[in-house]
């Protein structure tokens, strides 16, 4: 029995057929969307982040026949929108997408900023009691 994987083991048709259908879901046009222009002129190029991940595995059953094979394979895209491209008068500028916290953690280090003013603010004016 061998221990390395030739080329034609059905695991490589399996990871190639898996990679395959991931570059049906990915392409640059998921990266950089296509351009739409409105009425007034303007146009809007979608910007998304996208990632991906895939998995698959399997072995060979039964020492006496070796093409016994079963295996497995799956893959994951997740996508989302960052920015918009806004091109008018020929101005370019970049709109980007908020996206709204979605745990507590993300909701804390939003309100930081705000914190740090509060609390920038308040010793400011307990400095300025204190030089009067």
Do not use: W
Not at 76 to 94: M, N, S
Request: charged share 25%.
């Amino acid at each position: 029995m061998e221990n390395h994987v030739d080329k034609a083991h059905p695991l490589n048709d399996l990871m190639r057929s898996t990679m395959d259908k991931i570059r049906e879901m990915v392409d640059t046009n998921t990266i950089v969307g296509q351009p739409i222009t409105t009425a007034d002129g303007v146009t809007l190029i979608p910007i998304s982040k996208v990632s991906f991940g895939f998995g698959s595995g399997g072995g060979n059953y039964g020492a006496a026949q070796a093409e016994r094979f079963g295996g497995g394979g799956g893959a994951g895209v997740k996508i989302d929108p960052v920015a918009f491209l806004v091109v008018k008068d020929g101005t370019t500028r970049v709109l980007p997408v908020s996206m709204p916290p979605v745990s507590t953690a993300d909701r804390v280090v939003e309100m930081v900023p705000d914190i740090l003013d509060k609390v920038e603010k308040y010793f400011d004016k307990k400095q300025e009691k204190e030089d009067f």
